[in-house]
Nanobody, 126 residues
């Protein structure tokens, strides 16, 4: 299973950005998908997750209300859009896939994710 994240870049505070992650190697719709991020000098943190069908999502408080996670199972792709970007959103963003887990107990725990992408850097200037 391989995950390829893209869409990062240098943006200004207040801008929006949409990240994409393409998954290959297994049936995409069998995975819970998540986004995590790691800011300089900090530990990796949960951002958002989406269940297998896309009808249930979960967000970290830090992005709730200005972020949308979605998936297209026909394209094996998960997306993360963040609006009203802030300098504190600067981080490397990682997509991850979780297989065979329970949605309500696994969605925001990095240890419950089995596969990880290489990360895409988002830098927000003030």
């Amino acid at each position: 299973v391989q995950l390829q994240a893209s869409g990062g870049g240098l943006v200004q505070a207040g801008d929006s950005l949409r990240l994409s992650c393409v998954v290959t190697g297994r049936i995409f719709s069998s995975y819970i998908m998540g986004w995590f991020r790691q800011a300089p000098g900090k530990e990796r943190a949960f951002v958002a997750a989406i269940n297998w069908t896309g009808d249930s999502t979960y967000y970290a408080d830090s992005v709730k209300g200005r972020s949308t996670i979605s998936r297209d199972n026909a394209k094996n792709t998960v997306y993360l859009q963040i609006d009203s970007l802030k300098p504190e959103d600067t981080a490397i963003y990682y997509c991850a896939a979780s297989y065979g887990r329970t949605w309500t107990t696994s969605r925001n725990d990095a240890f419950e994710y089995d596969y990880w992408g290489q990360g895409t850097l988002v830098t927000v200037s003030s």
